[in-house]
């Protein structure tokens, strides 16, 4: 079973910045387009950033699309999420999760994950 351990959550104020990290324990895992979700309170999770590590193609949501970067680092078996120029908007758990050979369209990055195993999150709150 693929664990994953999401980290590097706070509290920061508006305009700040966070870098989240997400380690996979599987190392084969890593072949696989991985993505960044988040869950604010009352709503859906929903797709945030999505890494394509065959074509290096990386996508974004439009709410986030300038401020955030993923990216990845193949000797550390990591995921990260740099967020800067950060919104109240953001405020979420933020989580990590395989999605497939390629990344699937933003809006269709929940698909096929309703059974999925979710790490613990991290969380991130942003104060105007």
């Avoid at 895992?29 to 309170?41: E, L, S, Y």
């Avoid at 990386?58 to 401020?67: E, I």
Wanted: proline share 4%.
């Amino acid at each position: 079973q693929v664990q994953v351990e999401e980290s590097g959550g706070g509290v920061v104020q508006e305009g700040g910045s966070l870098r989240l990290s997400c380690t996979f324990s599987v190392v084969s895992m890593f072949d696989r387009a991985m993505g960044w979700f988040r869950q604010a309170p009352g709503k859906e999770r929903e797709g945030v950033s999505c890494l394509t590590p065959s074509t290096g193609n990386t996508y974004y949501a439009d709410s986030v699309k300038g401020r955030f970067t993923i990216s990845r680092d193949n000797d550390k078996n990591t995921l990260y999420l740099q967020m800067d120029n950060m919104k109240p908007e953001d405020t979420a758990m933020y989580y990590c999760a395989p999605v497939g050979v390629l990344c699937p369209r933003i809006s269709n990055m929940m698909r096929g994950l309703s059974g999925h195993n979710w790490g613990q999150g991290t969380q991130v709150t942003v104060s105007s």
